[in-house]
């Protein structure tokens, strides 16, 4: 099972502060073993939001909106795309990992992805 784990942003992230030196040497270890494991697909931080920009679609119009988005709580600071086994293995290996921004209260979020056998015909 594929699983996205996604680290939320905070303030820090969405004013482009970047990680200490420490926590970015932390992170590469912990890569390293999802890497060895056979675990790790893709990772990556993202940018703050005021590099970003949303597109909203209603009915046949498109309308661009310029970042930084405001809601902290809703936006992504990172992440990570995990082969498991099952949730349960994905929670283990989230626990291992050091804490993605120090000094404050942080969620990563685990979400399964959609499978081709998730829309195959049911009989």
């Given at each position: 099972m594929?699983?996205?784990v996604?680290?939320k942003a905070?303030?820090?992230?969405?004013?482009?502060?970047m990680?200490?030196?420490e926590?970015?040497?932390?992170?590469?270890?912990f890569?390293q073993?999802?890497i060895e494991?056979g675990?790790?697909?893709?990772?990556?931080?993202?940018k703050?939001?005021?590099h970003?920009?949303r597109?909203?679609f209603e009915?046949d119009?498109?309308?661009?909106?310029d970042?930084?988005?405001?809601?902290?709580?809703?936006?992504?600071?990172?992440?990570?795309?995990?082969?498991?086994?099952?949730?349960e293995?994905?929670?283990e290996w989230?626990?291992?990992?050091p804490?993605?921004?120090p000094?404050?209260?942080?969620?990563?979020?685990?979400r399964p992805l959609?499978?081709?056998?998730?829309f195959?015909?049911?009989?």
């Amino acid at each position: 099972m594929r699983v996205m784990v996604i680290v939320k942003a905070t303030k820090d992230s969405e004013a482009s502060v970047m990680p200490n030196k420490e926590l970015l040497e932390q992170m590469g270890k912990f890569n390293q073993q999802l890497i060895e494991a056979g675990v790790m697909l893709d990772g990556a931080g993202l940018k703050a939001t005021s590099h970003a920009a949303r597109v909203r679609f209603e009915g046949d119009r498109r309308t661009v909106i310029d970042g930084p988005f405001t809601e902290t709580k809703e936006l992504i600071a990172g992440y990570w795309l995990w082969q498991v086994k099952n949730l349960e293995e994905a929670v283990e290996w989230l626990k291992r990992c050091p804490h993605p921004h120090p000094g404050t209260p942080t969620e990563v979020e685990i979400r399964p992805l959609f499978e081709p056998s998730d829309f195959e015909a049911q009989p």
